[in-house]
């Protein structure tokens, strides 16, 4: 069913199969804002514990998409579309592209419909976390809220650069986002306006990081950092 649908939503979801949403999402009206999950993963396994990890942290009332990254030459490709399929409310097929972790959030950013945009990095992402990064976005009027911020990260005077730093755009190659990995894990949650004109084009440019800092300091964006604990640690 997807693989005829790329770039395109197909609304498989709780509400249009008539299965009760894991957090009494199907088929209701009235929601509230809308979450889009970038999702990397290349084996169906690994698929199948994000986006169930994601649906239990998500709060009742929220619509949840699924951004795959899809990549043509997994030999699992089918099998990971097909285990994302059984989740959320709707799901999109985003073409891989080339460039590392800054190509993949200008292709998810364009292709999400979300209000917010939810990225993870490394081994285990503190979902627990993802209900007071939403309250910081909803409350205090936060355009990109990073919860559990990898100790090792330089420690950057510039709060705008660390915006980068944190989605692991300083490495080309880098692990993609939403990718297992071997790192402490990381939750990043931003406005998806914001994060569109912040990642548009940028992973043409020679220093990503330094592009983004400069496009969200020109538009004024509210930084936010907070521990696992949701204490504030850092921002704007």
Known sequence: MADSTQDNPHTHGPGASGRPGPTGRGGDTGRGSSLGFVVSARHPGDAVLFCGAAERAVPAGERVEFLILDDHTNPLRR???????????????????????????????LASCSEFLVVTTGATAPWNSLLPALGALRSDGSDFVAVAPDPALPKDPDPYARIGLHLGLREAAGPSPGTPGTGP?????????????????VASDPDPVGEVSERAGLLGLRVLELDAAGVVTGGT
């Open 79 to 109: 099998e990971v579309i097909s285990a994302v399929d059984d989740h959320g409310d709707s799901v999109r097929l985003v073409t891989r592209p080339a460039g590392g972790p800054a190509a993949e959030l200008d292709a998810a950013s």
């Open 185 to 201: 894990g990381r939750l990043v949650v931003m406005r998806r306006w914001a994060a569109r004109w912040i990642f548009a084009d």
